[in-house]
């Protein structure tokens, strides 16, 4: 979402705030986006896996730091707030990982996502307050990646320590919001919700906790990561492999009119309007 919307931090921020948590879906495109925004989400994420894959890269390894602003820069002009996954934001350099945010923000970002990707605390912390002085309107949430790739051998307790170790220096840092993916224990959850001056990121898993009994542990941001990518490109196969097998495919299908209707000049419509899958709705 561009700068021409007022109070555009505010916006973002004030979704941490709400009655209900904050459901994050996490788009690699724009007609992702688009039709995620005309079922009436308010926010959109990207996902670096997704980002990856689209370009044959790996996800992770700081290799897609130009496809990752090419995909902010397509993705900022929409109507929604806009958070970007900028892995570890692609450098160990404070200074260029706010001069990446930076751009982000010109592309009309409204939140960053940085992993610590568990290097030294120290130096995670150094790069999230550098994006605060330098980009003061970008939300910063900081990940941790304590619960995704553990270390072998690490005990629940030394995790957990760990785990509060390196948020407490976040948020001491200036991070606005905090992301722990892998935790689905319901009384870690609670437990961290209790020790955190910032709302808590938790990455839903179809294995772990609702979306309802997350909000009820005091989670105020769910986010969606890579799951609608991978859910996409399974029904791709599938549709693929059931017409090859003489099967009929099942599932939803956007007709050709409706994804038509998902390109920028659709989308934008006129004043007040936002198109629903070529449905005009009047707010």
Same mark, same amino acid.
């Given at each position: 979402?561009?700068?021409?919307? /007022?109070? =555009?931090?505010?916006?973002?921020?004030?979704?941490?705030?709400?009655?209900?948590?904050?459901?994050?879906?996490? @788009?690699?495109?724009?007609?992702?986006?688009?039709?995620?925004?005309?079922?009436?989400?308010?926010?959109?994420?990207?996902?670096?896996?997704?980002?990856?894959?689209? $370009?044959?890269?790996?996800?992770?390894?700081?290799?897609?730091?130009?496809?990752?602003?090419?995909?902010?820069?397509?993705?900022?002009?929409?109507?929604?707030?806009?958070?970007?996954?900028?892995?570890?934001?692609?450098?160990?350099? /404070?200074?260029?990982?706010?001069?990446? $945010?930076?751009?982000?923000?010109?592309?009309?970002?409204?939140?960053?996502?940085?992993?610590?990707?568990? =290097?030294?605390?120290?130096?995670?912390?150094?790069?999230?307050?550098?994006?605060?002085?330098?980009? #003061?309107?970008?939300?910063?949430?900081?990940?941790?990646?304590?619960?995704?790739? @553990?270390? #072998?051998?690490?005990?629940?307790?030394?995790?957990?320590?760990?785990?509060?170790?390196?948020?407490?220096?976040?948020?001491?840092?200036?991070?606005?919001?905090?992301?722990? /993916?892998?935790?689905?224990?319901?009384?870690?959850?609670?437990?961290?919700?209790?020790?955190?001056?910032?709302?808590?990121?938790?990455?839903?898993?179809?294995?772990?906790?609702?979306?309802?009994?997350?909000?009820?542990?005091?989670?105020?941001?769910?986010?969606?990561?890579?799951?609608?990518?991978?859910?996409?490109?399974?029904?791709?196969?599938?549709?693929?492999?059931?017409?090859?097998?003489?099967?009929?495919?099942?599932?939803?299908? /956007?007709?050709?009119?409706?994804?038509?209707?998902?390109?920028?000049?659709?989308?934008?419509?006129?004043?007040?309007?936002?198109?629903?899958?070529?449905? #005009?709705?009047?707010?």
């Amino acid at each position: 979402m561009t700068e021409n919307a /007022p109070n =555009a931090v505010t916006g973002f921020a004030g979704l941490h705030h709400a009655d209900e948590p904050l459901l994050l879906p996490n @788009a690699w495109d724009h007609a992702s986006a688009a039709a995620l925004a005309a079922q009436g989400f308010r926010a959109v994420g990207t996902t670096s896996l997704a980002v990856a894959a689209a $370009a044959g890269l790996p996800d992770g390894a700081a290799a897609t730091r130009e496809q990752t602003l090419l995909l902010a820069r397509t993705l900022g002009p929409g109507p929604y707030w806009l958070s970007v996954d900028a892995e570890d934001g692609f450098s160990d350099d /404070p200074e260029e990982v706010a001069s990446f $945010a930076r751009e982000l923000y010109r592309a009309g970002a409204a939140g960053i996502n940085l992993e610590d990707g568990l =290097a030294p605390v120290g130096r995670h912390a150094a790069k999230i307050a550098a994006v605060r002085a330098a980009v #003061p309107g970008l939300f910063v949430n900081a990940r941790t990646d304590t619960y995704w790739t @553990a270390r #072998p051998g690490t005990d629940g307790r030394t995790r957990r320590e760990d785990t509060f170790r390196r948020l407490d220096a976040y948020q001491q840092a200036g991070a606005q919001g905090v992301f722990v /993916p892998g935790l689905t224990e319901p009384h870690e959850i609670a437990a961290l919700v209790h020790r955190l001056d910032v709302p808590l990121n938790v990455l839903y898993s179809p294995t772990g906790p609702s979306a309802l009994q997350l909000a009820g542990l005091g989670v105020r941001r769910i986010s969606l990561g890579s799951l609608l990518y991978r859910r996409a490109l399974g029904a791709a196969v599938e549709t693929a492999t059931d017409v090859r097998e003489g099967r009929t495919p099942t599932g939803a299908v /956007p007709a050709y009119a409706e994804v038509q209707a998902l390109s920028r000049h659709s989308v934008r419509g006129g004043a007040g309007t936002t198109v629903v899958f070529g449905r #005009p709705r009047c707010d």
